[in-house]
């Protein structure tokens, strides 16, 4: 179980969070199956992450969550190494 879905079982479960941050219970799975908070949430746009950890009774904190569920930067790839050409 992810560290997102332990939070949010500590919070009241899937329908809990999704009517206490005013979404549908849908948009819950969606941050389940992408395995994070949308983007808005680290652009400061929406509270979730708070609005979470006040749900769970202080289980842990919106700032705990916000690192545990931050999108994981996509890898660069490595440039290939260029090689020695003959003439």
Known sequence: MSDLRKAIEKAGGIAAVANACGVSPR??????????L??????????????????????FTAKWLLEITGPRPTPKPTPA???ATTA
């Not at 969606?30 to 994070?36: I, Y």
């Not at 949308?38 to 289980?59: C, D, K």
């Open 81 to 83: 190494k260029p090689t």
């Open 27 to 36: 948009g819950v799975y969606k941050w389940l199956d992408r395995g994070h």
């Open 38 to 59: 949308p983007r808005t949430e680290y652009t400061g746009e929406t509270r979730y992450a708070e609005i979470i950890s006040e749900a769970s009774g202080g289980a």
